[in-house]
């Protein structure tokens, strides 16, 4: 049997077992899965990033150095957790592409009112929250990227969670469509430079929530425009919108 052949039936069994619910996302076969999904080469789908990136982009990857850090606990982190607020707490990773593109979800049916934003999720017990981050948009958006940096500061709305974010590059833009499959939770995804994203942003009813992911885009450009400065990011002002 070829090589092509045996990861075409290896990819099938990963794909019927984490359809029937047997393997989940903190399943250590999952994650062996996804690494040989990021391996292979896959026809370029509606959410590739590859075109225009660096050949360099993407191949650094400090999540090794992320996993022994408190962000809570530094000086121009995150912020300290005060007691009782620990449900409070969600953990995401604003994508970057080579491009300066942000990645955006759209949240099935809407959900709270939001049009797009970014993906982010609640921790599971005993997760450090680059883990829970990881978890939370690979199922969201299909999306493993390498991750570079944090956006610092915490981002509140109405709803009373609080949002904290890893800052992440993808450099080849592939999607696992049976992560979004299981999960359920995503019906559409978008590269968009900071400006549109900007506008994509604003379009929710939810205007408090809308707010609050244009203020996490403002902070996340200015944040990853100090780790790339030669990308030129524009400089994103909430007023104009």
């Known amino acids: 049997m070829g090589i092509s052949e045996t990861d075409a039936k290896i990819e099938q069994m990963y794909q019927s077992l984490i359809s029937a ?14 690494a040989r999904v990021q391996r292979r080469s896959i026809q370029p789908g509606a959410s590739d990033s590859t075109s225009g ?44 592409n080579g491009r300066a593109q942000v990645l955006l979800r759209e949240p099935a049916n809407h959900f709270a009112d939001y049009v797009w934003q970014f993906a982010k999720g609640k921790s599971e017990k ?31 709305s109405g709803s009373g969670t609080i949002n904290h974010y890893f800052l992440g590059e993808d450099q080849r833009g592939l999607v696992e469509p049976m992560t979004l499959a299981v999960n359920g ?24 929530g809308s707010w ?26 909430l007023s104009a919108c």
């Open 21 to 34: 619910g047997y393997i989940g996302f903190r399943d250590p076969s999952f994650w062996a899965y996804w």
């Open 53 to 96: 990136n660096v050949t360099s982009f993407g191949e650094e990857d400090k999540a090794p150095e992320f996993a022994n850090r408190d962000l809570h606990a530094e000086v121009g982190g995150w912020g300290p957790i005060r007691p009782g607020e620990e449900h409070k707490h969600r953990y995401g990773i604003v994508i970057f």
């Open 126 to 156: 005993g997760e450090h929250p680059l883990e829970t981050a990881r978890r939370e948009v690979v199922e969201e958006t299909g999306h493993l990227p390498s991750v570079v940096g944090f956006v610092p500061g915490s981002f509140s």
């Open 185 to 208: 939770e995503t019906s559409n995804l978008q590269w968009a430079d900071p400006k549109t994203a900007l506008h994509l942003l604003s379009m929710a009813p939810n205007k408090e």
């Open 212 to 237: 609050r992911e244009m203020e996490t885009l403002q902070a996340a450009c200015a944040a990853y425009a100090r780790l790339r400065p030669h990308l030129s990011l524009p400089d994103i002002v």
